[in-house]
């Protein structure tokens, strides 16, 4: 089994940053893509960015030019960068892996989630 964890939340004025970091440990055979996701009271979870194993990134329409991921694939580190923050950022933050190897993907594995609140 492979375990995550976060780090790094809490509360920030509209305008500020905060940066969430993510640990993997356990079972680790090779980490494919690593993310962040968040869910806000009442909504759905939602895909904030990804970080595939390849170097490629995607992002959430309503984050882009805001935050960043970076990972660090010795380490099994993931983090993310937040800039600018707005009051639709509150949520709480939860990290995601999968694994592959040799052909087969393992996972997805979850976070216990940080709280992020952004106050206006």
């Known amino acids: 089994q492979v375990r995550l964890v976060e780090s790094g939340g809490g509360l920030v004025q509209a305008g500020g940053s905060l940066r969430l970091s993510c640990v993997a440990s356990?079972?680790?055979?090779?980490?494919?893509?690593m993310a962040w996701y968040r869910q806000a009271p009442g909504q759905e979870r939602e895909l904030v960015a990804v970080?595939?194993?390849?170097?490629?990134?995607t992002y959430a329409d309503s984050v882009k030019g805001r935050f960043t991921i970076s990972r660090d694939n010795a380490r099994n580190i993931v983090r993310l960068q937040m800039n600018d923050m707005k009051s639709e950022d509150t949520a709480v933050y939860y990290c995601?892996?999968?694994?592959?190897?040799?052909?087969?993907?393992?996972?997805?594995?979850w976070g216990q989630g940080t709280q992020v609140t952004v106050s206006s």
């Open positions: 995601q892996a999968t694994q592959r190897w040799q052909g087969t993907s393992y996972g997805p594995y």
């Open positions: 356990g079972r680790i055979l090779i980490l494919d893509a």
């Open positions: 970080f595939r194993r390849n170097g490629s990134t």
